[in-house]
């Protein structure tokens, strides 16, 4: 079978030709063949990056090699390099992973609560998923550069509910972005704050102001009342 697989262009086209019954089942061979060659592939992709992850939690990306790896996935060297080109490659892997992740959550149109409530859903489900390398490479900031892009790349697929012409406006607003932003980020932590919570925040900023919130639902007090600051 090996010989007629790779030569398949030239045989599926004699085949069309001349038998129809065996150009069909040759079709389904090769599309047999070729779905089982993608499984193992992911599979095995699975587990260098497994083994990385493993190797990268404890130790300083430059101090890994990549027998270091096949030892720990127990795969051969070359099929390493069938997968990757080096060890930055895999960590690029993960990274793309979670841009991509962040990049199939489905915005659509947010026309009520019931809508932002879902989407934040959809987030809060993504970053149970891939708490471990949020909490890594975004959050205590393992991968600088990688922390920054992500963090901008969530900010521009937040929906902006309140929206101006001012500019002035327009700085406050992605101010008060930025801050829900990171407030996402440490939501990474499943052990800090739950999805009700965190949806009760959000409402509560946007309906009733930062101090409200945090005074009507943490009974948080301060020394100087906000209500009665003023600007000299």
């Not at 038998?19 to 040759?26: A, L, N, P």
């Not at 990385?52 to 404890?58: D, I």
């Not at 001012?166 to 990474?188: G, L, Q, R, S």
Request: charged share 25%; hydrophobic share 40%; with cysteine.
């Amino acid at each position: 079978m090996r010989h007629i697989v790779a030569s398949d262009g030239f045989i599926l086209s004699f085949l069309y030709s001349r038998d129809k019954i065996q150009y069909e089942t040759m079709c389904r061979i090769l599309k047999e063949e070729n779905t089982l060659s993608k499984k193992t592939g992911k599979k095995t992709e699975l587990k260098i990056v497994n083994a990385f992850w493993t190797l990268y939690k404890n130790t300083e990306i430059e101090k890994i090699t990549v027998k270091d790896i096949t030892a720990e996935s127990g795969i051969h060297r070359s099929t390493f390099y069938r997968h990757f080109q080096d060890i930055y490659a895999v960590l690029e892997y993960i990274e793309a992973n979670l841009l991509d992740g962040l990049n199939n959550i489905y915005m659509g149109t947010l026309k009520s609560d019931s809508d932002i409530t879902n989407y934040i859903r959809k987030i809060y489900e993504l970053f149970r998923k891939d708490s471990e390398y949020l909490n890594m490479l975004v959050r205590n900031q393992r991968d600088l550069n990688f922390s920054n892009k992500y963090r901008m790349y969530l900010k521009n697929k937040l929906p902006i509910i309140i929206q101006s012409e001012n500019e002035h406006a327009k700085i406050v607003i992605d101010m008060m972005m930025t801050v829900i932003v990171e407030m996402i980020i440490t939501w990474a932590d499943e052990d800090i704050l739950s999805f009700d919570e965190i949806v009760s925040i959000l409402k509560g900023w946007s309906l009733e102001g930062f101090y409200p919130t945090l005074l009507t639902q943490y009974q948080v007090k301060t020394l100087i009342d906000p209500y009665k600051l003023t600007i000299s």
